[in-house]
């Protein structure tokens, strides 16, 4: 006579997952079409983009997989360089991922209009099983003519911005 047992996962008393890690425990979602502009300027300052979520975590060694999509529309009055940044940060606007404001992130010359999806890639230990909050950040660093960068600029195939945050057990 033979015997078998099966289990689906085995959770030790601390209720943390053994199950070798990387599933996804929970998944929140949200996106935003509301448009929000920063003129360019010689400045160094983030502002919001009105895309964010919030995620409570189960756990406080799991990781946190950021992932989505920032619409993007550059504006000018005519050619010319510009440089601008965008920022993964939590809800009290520290940089998670990104570079300062005051670095070059993204650069192009002799632009007039330019529209675009900047990706969300950022996996995150936020070590807490309190609410935290993921957000993105713009910055018009500098240019050499009147321009604005719109995040979900109105009326045009750029106005949705989306992001997913998914728990992911350690």
Known sequence: MTSELRVDRIVPTTGAPTNGGGGIIQVVHASTQTQQTQAFSAGST??????????????????????????????????GSKEWNVAICDGSNNILDSTSADTQGYRVNELYN????????FLHSPSTTSAFTYKMRMNAHT????????????????????????????
């Open 114 to 121: 330019f529209g675009g999806k900047h990706p969300i890639n």
């Open 143 to 170: 240019s050499n003519n009147t321009a604005n960068l719109v995040c979900q600029r109105n009326n045009t195939a750029n106005n949705i911005s989306r992001i997913t945050l998914m728990e992911v057990s350690a």
């Open 46 to 79: 983030f502002v919001d983009t009105d895309l964010s979520a919030s995620i409570t975590p189960k756990f406080s060694t799991s990781k946190i997989l950021v992932t989505g999509y920032l619409s993007f529309y550059i504006e000018s009055s005519a050619n």
